[in-house]
Structure formats: C-alpha cells, structure tokens
T-cell receptor, first 115, second 115 residues
Framework: GAVVSQHPSRVICKSGTSVKIECRSLDFQATTMFWYRQFPKQSLMLMATSNEGSKATYEQGVEKDKFLINHASLTLSTLTVTSAHPEDSSFYIC???????????FGPGTRLTVT | AQSVAQPEDQVNVAEGNPLTVKCTYSVSGNPYLFWYVQYPNRGLQFLLKYITGDNLVKGSYGFEAEFNKSQTSFHLKKPSALVSDSALYFCAVRGSSGGYNKLIFGAGTRLAVHP
C-alpha cells in the first residue's frame, strides 16, 4: 500500500516552454501533497505544500507564478513549470501524506532537462 | 529553527559488518524523526520513524534506529550490511509544533557496502 506515482519519469523540453508533472496517490487518499526539488548529490528542498481544494503554500524563494501547483483531488496534484529555463533542470519529487499518518510516501521522481 | 545534520558524506562498510549512519537534529518541541533511502534516479523509500515510545525503532530491510534525546541523535543501524544496502540515506525531522507538516531533510549519506 501507499504507492505514489509520477508522470512523466523523464522529460526534455525547450527553453521557454511549459511542462506539467503529475503526482498520483494510487491506493490512498492524500490530504496533503508535497513537491521537492533535488539537485545532483544534494538533499531534497521543499518547494511547496498543497492541500486538496486549497492554494498551495510555497517555501521562501520559490516563485509561485513559475511553479504552478494544482491539487484538484485527493489523489492528484500537478506541478507545472512555466516558461522553463535551463536552470530549472532538476529532479522533481512529489510526496503524499495520508490523513492521520506522520510519514510521507514519495513518488519515483521526474527528471526535467531544459535545453 | 529546525535542522538535521548528517555529518558523514559517505560511509564505507564491508559486507557482513555492522553499519551506522549518523544523524543529529535540532527542533523545538518533541521531534518526529524519519529515515528514508534513495536508490539512483528513484524517489525516497520510507525506512522507519520515531514518534514516541521505545527509543529503539525497527524498520524495513533489517534496519533500526536509536533515538537519544540527550544527544539529540537518531543514528541508523544494521547488524550485518548487504551489498544491496548501498544507496543514499536521508534523515528527516518534523517538529511537533508550527509547520508540523513539513519534513526537514539532512544532506544525505551515501552508504557503500563492499563485497
């Protein structure tokens, strides 16, 4: 149980285009989902926290107009990187938390490369 | 402010020997502590957590961790390492008050188990 999927697993896009990444909780309802960014050989940096049906809470320094988060249902959250630039290239990981549980369950990650 | 320190970038262990991956934390209130493992190009997998109760916590794949309040530590241990344990290990903390949903991750420790 507690499986989280991400799609796509890998995406290459051109500078200036937008990319959408989906995060789904497959066998549970996630009241809260989190989006992280991980640079090579570094730890995870929390970008934003999203609760179903409400606006995401962004961490300091994360541009909410650039990284659009939509948590439309209890099993789906999307991250859209708008007007992508090469410096947005990174490994993006989502996680989901079950109501009443403490741990987060992580998706497999999406590697974004902007050329 | 909440923080997590993993003082070792890499730990090298011979197969069959015991392993320890160190973690210390700083948090206001009672800590919620977690260990996650990450394999190459994958998301994080939950290993174990400490919320309350017994200081020795047992988790997945034979791993365990000991909560030491006086030393503010939560070291990950395994009695006998396997080559397949080679991966990146992250310690994380969540405070029990204020921003309680957020996990703060350490920088990660790469475990290399040699045959």
């Amino acid at each position: 149980g507690a499986v989280v999927s991400q799609h796509p697993s890998r995406v290459i896009c051109k500078s200036g285009t937008s990319v959408k990444i989906e995060c789904r909780s497959l066998d549970f309802q996630a009241t809260t989902m989190f989006w992280y960014r991980q640079f090579p050989k570094q730890s995870l940096m929390l970008m934003a926290t999203s609760n179903e049906g409400s606006k995401a809470t962004y961490e300091q320094g994360v541009e909410k107009d650039k990284f659009l988060i939509n948590h439309a249902s209890l099993t789906l959250s999307t991250l859209t990187v708008t007007s992508a630039h090469p410096e947005d290239s990174s490994f993006y990981i989502c996680s989901a938390r079950l109501a009443g549980r403490d741990e987060q369950y992580f998706g497999p990650g999406t590697r974004l490369t902007v050329t | 402010a909440q923080s997590v320190a993993q003082p070792e970038d890499q730990v090298n262990v011979a197969e069959g020997n015991p392993l320890t991956v160190k973690c210390t934390y700083s948090v206001s209130g009672n800590p919620y502590l977690f260990w996650y493992v990450q394999y190459p190009n994958r998301g994080l997998q939950f290993l174990l957590k400490y919320i309350t109760g017994d200081n020795l916590v047992k988790g997945s794949y034979g791993f365990e961790a000991e909560f030491n309040k006086s030393q503010t530590s939560f070291h990950l241990k395994k009695p006998s390492a396997l080559v397949s344990d080679s991966a990146l290990y992250f310690c994380a903390v969540r405070g029990s008050s204020g921003g309680y949903n957020k996990l703060i991750f350490g920088a990660g420790t790469r475990l290399a188990v040699h045959p």
